[in-house]
């Protein structure tokens, strides 16, 4: 049947985003990783020499992943199939597992990439298993997400991960130089462009190759057109298609997790700057701000405790603010806590307390409460002698008594050691005074 045609067909690779002409073909024209690809490096070799065993490529959006599978494509000896973790399910991938095994059988190898695996759930992965343990195929999975929490940990532990970084913003200035000029690019057009805007965009992109290029396309399509045919990129046109960042943020992924790390240990470090520089970040990508209020109280008696009491109080209402008001107003109230904890002085002595405490009772013999602090609301629990000997400390002068509270095989065990920072000097000198005293009455009735 013959292809019909219209007046009004066009090339259709020139309808394509710029990004989409762009990609690279062959590791020459592979812009960042130069970690994993530059010469000699492992996975250049790797590629090279058709050795490829099942790995995982993980990285934040527009490094390359997606690409370098492609690349892979191009240069393997083997059947090359390219799935999809958002449209395929288990049936799918049996179909495909069912092919590779056939395929292997006549000596023909299988390579299977998978982008976005993460968004495979466990049925899912567990799909491929048998097939990447048998030699079946060799499995390359594009993910976002850290596969130490996204993946399998059988599938995963038969996988080499490569981590892909980032592109620099030098890297990324060339990759823009260089859609200014290929034929496939800009390079049929004459566009003029200084060079402090090629950088302002590269640095815009974040380390996001597709953002850097799709940003340069969208400032010379927007462009002032000359009579000469010349298309002019000026500042304004640069500063109205980058006037706000996409801040990289998966509320449940990976980031999620750095992000609230470099705030607590921001805020631990007394770095106010810091510590609200991270919040804004997360802030501004979307975060819920209980979420970061509900850190914030945690951080005030894990770092903080008894060398400023008022640490919780603060954490608390910073957190009942945002729920009464939320964003964007409460970030005001978000900043103040986080910049009264950074300037507190620090103390872990409760948490340390705890985690010590923790330790001995999931370790030590599970001992039973000593009788005399037991409470005896029966008769018959008095008849077992539950509360004899029991001191109440209101009775005495002094507020307090000799008697022994922890079990037997625990007796003179510290928990709690605090430290001379802030308020805590006083609790520490009070809790001497209260030792001293005990040891000085013990065994007196």
Known sequence: MMEQTTMFMEDDHALQPLAARLRPSTL??????????????????????????????????????????????????????????????????????????????????????VDEIHRFNKAQQDAFLPFVEKGSIILIGATTENPSFEMNSALLSRCKV??????????????????????????????????EL????????????????????????????????????TEETVQQCTSRRSLLYDKKGDGHYDLISALHKSMRNSDPDAAVYWMARMLEGGEDPLYIARR?????????????????????????ACHFIGMPEC????????????????????????????????????EPVPLHIRNAPTTLMKQLDYGKGYEYAHDA????????????????????????????ARYKARLEEIKAWKAAHKGEK
């Open 28 to 113: 020459d024209e592979f812009a960042g990783q130069t970690h994993l690809l530059g010469p000699g490096k492992v996975l250049r070799r790797l590629i090279e020499g058709d050795m490829i065993s099942s790995m995982i490529f993980w990285g934040p959006p527009g490094v390359g992943k997606t690409t370098l599978a492609r690349i892979i494509a191009g240069r393997t000896q083997s059947r090359f199939v390219d799935f999809s973790a958002v449209t395929s399910g288990v049936k799918e991938i049996r179909a495909v597992m069912q092919e590779a095994e056939e395929s292997r059988r006549i000596g023909l190898r299988t390579i299977v990439f």
């Open 162 to 195: 490569f981590v892909l970084q980032g592109l620099r913003t030098e890297e990324l200035t060339m990759l823009l130089r260089r859609a200014l000029t290929d034929k496939r690019g800009f390079g049929g057009q004459r566009i003029v462009m200084p060079d």
């Open 198 to 233: 090629i950088e302002a965009i590269a640095a815009f992109a974040n380390g996001d190759a597709r953002t850097a290029l799709s940003t340069l396309e969208m400032v010379v399509l927007n462009g002032d057109v000359q009579g000469d045919g010349s298309t002019v990129v």
């Open 296 to 320: 914030v109280t945690r951080f005030a008696s894990e770092d903080i405790g008894l060398a400023d009491p008022r640490a919780l109080e603060i954490a608390v209402a910073a957190y009942q």
């Open 331 to 366: 970030s005001v109230h978000l900043t103040q806590a986080v910049v009264y904890m950074s300037m507190a002085p620090k103390s872990n002595a409760l948490y340390i307390a705890y985690e010590t405490a923790k330790k001995d009772a999931a370790s030590q013999i599970a």
């Open 397 to 424: 002068a002094e507020k307090l008594t000799a008697m022994e509270c922890l079990p037997e095989s625990l007796r003179g065990r510290e928990y709690y050691r605090p430290t001379e920072e802030g308020l805590e």
